[in-house]
């Protein structure tokens, strides 16, 4: 039986899943569940790559795990209570691949890695995206052309797409990479927040701070160098801090 937690945010109320709880056996799913071999590619190769670009744009698989079916058999351990009207008490299983649970992590990043090879004839561009530019459900990638990125975008988009996953918290370092995409669909902290600021606005990606006022210095002036490189320095050259 898994337990479920509320997590309130100021932007949302959510979920969380604790399937580590033990049963009246003395173990949990979590304690049987294999977890299955590490898939996800190294966070600081991801960030520094996604700055090799000139044009970049970075956003969140909406619900990943939720798009992912369970099979049947394996479903029926996933189960919840229900607290409904009148403090009635129903028992449900999820169907879907549940965030909290230890093997969920290698399945999403399976399934991603498989719907790239399945999609690459069609959106060959999207394949590299969903097996290198990826951190399990954030999207970083990019191009050093406008035009390279927005086709990167596009294939990315219908890529996901086939299998029912839509991208959502879209920002980019360039306005004419979000000019197409819905509002509700960008990030609360998009390109005209940090981009046009006097100081520059700090963007959370991965853990990481993106400040736009140290990459378009570094873009503009060309490559830093000089006889004080320290590591403490180095992360400014990538606007990584």
């Known amino acids: 039986m898994l337990h479920i937690a509320a997590v309130f945010k100021e932007e949302s109320v959510t979920s969380k899943v604790d399937a580590s709880c033990k049963t009246s056996n003395g173990k949990s799913l979590n304690g049987v569940l294999c977890t299955g071999p590490p898939l996800q590619n190294d966070l600081a190769g991801v960030v520094l790559n996604w700055r090799l670009h000139r044009f970049v744009f970075a956003a969140d698989i909406q619900k990943m795990f939720t798009c992912i079916d369970m099979n049947a058999e394996d479903s029926q351990y996933q189960r919840i209570f229900w607290h409904g009207e009148h403090n009635q008490v129903a028992e449900y299983y999820l169907n879907t691949v549940t965030f909290g649970t230890t093997s969920a992590p290698y399945t999403a990043i399976r399934v991603i890695h498989q719907l790239a090879q399945d999609e690459r004839d069609r959106y060959p561009l999207a394949e590299r995206v969903l097996r290198h530019e990826i951190y399990v459900n954030d999207v970083q990638s990019g191009s050093c052309t406008r035009e390279g990125a927005l086709e990167i975008q596009n294939q990315l988009i219908g890529a996901l797409r086939s299998a029912r996953m839509e991208l959502r918290k879209w920002s980019a370092n360039d306005a004419s990479l979000l000019k197409d995409i819905p509002l509700d669909h960008l ?32 873009d503009t002036q060309g490559h830093m160098d000089g006889p004080h490189q320290t590591q403490r320095w180095q992360p400014s050259t990538t606007g990584l801090g």
């Open 187 to 218: 990030s609360r902290k998009t390109l005209l927040e940090f981009e046009y600021q006097t100081l520059g606005h700090i963007k959370t990606i991965l853990g990481s701070r993106f400040h736009h006022a140290l990459c378009h210095d570094r």
